[in-house]
């Protein structure tokens, strides 16, 4: 699977989901400041799964008609620390019954909820 991290995805993140295989695009790393829609153009060209804290990638799928087709992947935890986003992630990835193609998924310390679009 091919992610893309957001900017506000922890590096320490990025460089674990990296050393455990997965292929991720880092916009720190790789280009910083972008806006959101850039991100999603990237996504959408390049076949990835966003991964991100930012809220406002349900209004770039629902409202302004962004459809990746690998599907957006919202965390709303806090991070306890670097490395818990890429750990809970890797968890997502591997739990069965989870798609993440066309499909905003929504994930809290409580839940998973999934919204195909």
Known sequence: M???ANENFPLDS???LKKRGYDV???SLESPSIDDE???RIAIDQNRTILTFDRD???LVFKKGYRP???VIY???EPIYPE???ELVRHLLETAGLHFENTLTVVDENRIRQRPF
């Open 14 to 16: 990025v460089y674990l």
């Open 57 to 59: 990638y349900g209004e």
């Open 25 to 27: 695009f880092s916009v």
């Open 84 to 86: 818990y986003p890429a």
């Open 38 to 40: 850039a991100v999603m």
């Open 2 to 4: 091919k992610l893309l």
């Open 75 to 77: 965390l709303r935890v």
């Open 69 to 71: 087709s690998e599907g």
